[in-house]
T-cell receptor, first 111, second 113 residues
Framework: QQPVQSPQAVILREGEDAVINCSSS?????VHWYRQKHGEAPVFLMI?????EQKGHEKISASFNEKKQQSSLYLTASQLSYSGTYFC????????????FGTGTRLTIIP | NAGVMQNPRHLVRRRGQEARLRCSPM?????VYWYRQLPEEGLKFMVY????????ESGMPKERFSAEFPKEGPSILRIQQVVRGDSAAYFC???????????FGSGTRLTVV
């Protein structure tokens, strides 16, 4: 079953913060985050494994709450280059390595 | 280290023809995945392959679609007797065996006229 992302779309001014959520109805082994710009391939951002860890680098970080089967992506002090559609990809608890991607969140950063 | 190579980038086929999409995974990646994406929509899983094995084809339509990943050469997604509804972007991704992120190819945009 496809994970649900929220919000569906968000518009921010440069420098503002954003949070994108991803919820699954199934127990999860891992959650992946990808960003896709228009007409391009999705690009891997990070992976979070079962265990509730938080990962990140610079101004993009994420958390994974395995009890709630939820993950959140945090973008701090957004830059114009952050614009794009963000997808979470979930892997079921038994870790069969096939990802099911979420509905997507379109992020637009304006100057 | 070349990334995931997909070709062709754009493919135009008339209804009823066959479309053949190729994907060469990154060096060292043994897992290949195919996804379909319609405009302004998400990525829909089609098939997951390892060398000479189809691991999961639960997202593949039962008819007209097939995929392979031979011992030598690229993975191939084949669509026979294409229809207008097959028009989409088809992305291939690869990963190593452990829990790593996918590396996606640039995709093949299939247009059926």
């Amino acid at each position: 079953q496809q994970p649900v992302q929220s919000p569906q779309a968000v518009i921010l001014r440069e420098g503002e913060d954003a949070v994108i959520n991803c919820s699954s109805s199934k127990a999860l082994y891992s959650v992946h985050w990808y960003r896709q710009k228009h007409g391009e391939a999705p690009v891997f951002l990070m992976i979070l494994l079962k265990g509730g860890e938080q990962k990140g680098h610079e101004k993009i970080s994420a958390s994974f709450n395995e009890k709630k089967q939820q993950s959140s992506l945090y973008l701090t002090a957004s830059q114009l280059s952050y614009s794009g559609t963000y997808f979470c990809g979930t892997e079921p608890d038994f870790g069969n390595e096939k990802l099911t991607f979420g509905t997507g969140t379109r992020l637009t950063i304006i100057p | 280290n070349a990334g995931v190579m997909q070709n062709p980038r754009h493919l135009v086929r008339r209804r009823g023809q066959e479309a053949r999409l190729r994907c060469s995974p990154m060096k060292g990646h043994s897992h290949v995945y195919w996804y379909r994406q319609l405009p302004e929509e998400g990525l829909k899983f089609m098939v997951y392959l390892q060398k000479e094995n189809i691991i999961d084809e639960s997202g593949m339509p039962k008819e007209r679609f097939s995929a392979e990943f031979p011992k030598e050469g690229p993975s191939i997604l084949r669509i026979q007797q294409v229809v207008r509804g097959d028009s989409a972007a088809y992305f291939c991704a690869s990963s190593p065996p452990q829990a790593y992120g996918y590396t996606f190819g640039s995709g093949t945009r299939l247009t059926v006229v």
